[in-house]
């Protein structure tokens, strides 16, 4: 009976420039029956650009649950299906993962048509280390949320790969530099693969001030980059909790931690959130 299953493709698409998309993609587009999409017209754009006449229906958050039987039906039915995206790989801080979840569950065969993925397109350029990195995607919306998420990676040593929308971007890099601090090597890669690309990497702080005073590149898509903490850092940290932690043994919290930033050079907000820790084990 599997043979009279359908195929689902997860075909990615161009994420600014229309000539990214692959050879495969436009082949698969042409072949199926029916396009799945995130926003009907902008992919009803993207097929016009590439002369396609298919049928598309719309997959986004708010119809997800309701529109993933429909999808399954008709994949019962024999029927090939592209899933895209607006833009880049589906699924990828994108719609898509309960449909292939249950595309999987129902034995319907799943293929990839890979290309344009932003996290990867700035990996690529930003001079940061990836041999190993984390995708983070988009940080929390709300600003102590974020900063909470943040301070989670604040001894993550690997790479970093975050998505942020350009309201946020500002307040995003601000926290950043509060919580990584200033010193930390980072990349802004900006509207990759348009006209107005920027790439950027230098150390967070100076990528802030820079950014701070441009409001204008404030627009745009962002990929923001951030180094994992370096193992000497690391140990500088564990010094420097050593010895706020010696100090929390006989000294009130506060005057531990402004004794501790004063030996050991780390900013006191650092060692108050180390300090709060301790007290709570
Ligand atoms: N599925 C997409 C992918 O494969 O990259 C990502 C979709 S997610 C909803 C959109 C986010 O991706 C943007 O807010 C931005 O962070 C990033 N992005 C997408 N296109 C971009 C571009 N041309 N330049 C920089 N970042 C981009």
């Known amino acids: 009976m599997q043979s009279e299953l359908g195929t689902l493709y997860v075909v990615a698409t161009p994420i600014g420039n229309l000539q990214d998309i692959t050879f495969r993609a436009i082949e698969i587009l042409r072949q199926v029956d029916q396009v799945v999409a995130e926003d009907t017209r902008h992919t009803r754009i993207l097929l016009k650009h590439f002369s396609i006449q298919k049928p598309i229906s719309a997959l986004h958050d708010f ?48 293929i990839p048509i890979p290309g344009v993925c932003a996290a990867i397109a700035a990996l690529s350029v930003a001079g940061l280390p990836t041999d190993q990195f984390v995708f983070e995607g988009f940080l929390p919306a709300k600003q102590e949320a974020r900063r909470q998420r943040l301070q989670l990676l604040s001894s993550e040593t690997r790479t970093i790969v975050f998505y942020e929308a350009p309201h946020r971007f500002i307040s995003a890099m601000q926290t950043m530099v509060d919580v990584f601090g200033g010193k930390r090597m980072a990349c802004v890669a900006r509207e990759l693969t348009k006209i107005h690309e920027s790439i950027i990497s230098d150390h967070l702080q100076s990528l802030f001030t820079y950014f701070q005073s441009h409001p204008a590149k404030q627009r745009g898509e962002f990929v923001i980059i951030v180094a994992g903490v370096q193992l000497d850092n690391q140990s500088d940290s564990a010094s420097s909790k050593q010895v706020l932690n010696i100090l929390l043994s006989e000294l009130p919290l506060k005057q531990a931690v402004k004794l501790a930033s004063k030996i050991t050079g780390e900013r006191k907000n650092v060692l108050y959130e180390a300090a709060l820790n301790l007290s709570l084990k």
């Open 63 to 110: 119809n997800e649950h309701q529109q993933l039987r429909k999808v399954i039906h008709a994949l019962q039915q024999g029927k090939s299906i592209a899933l895209v995206s607006d833009a880049g790989t589906p699924l990828i801080s994108d719609p898509g993962f309960p449909l292939l979840r249950e595309a999987i569950a129902c034995g319907i065969k799943v």
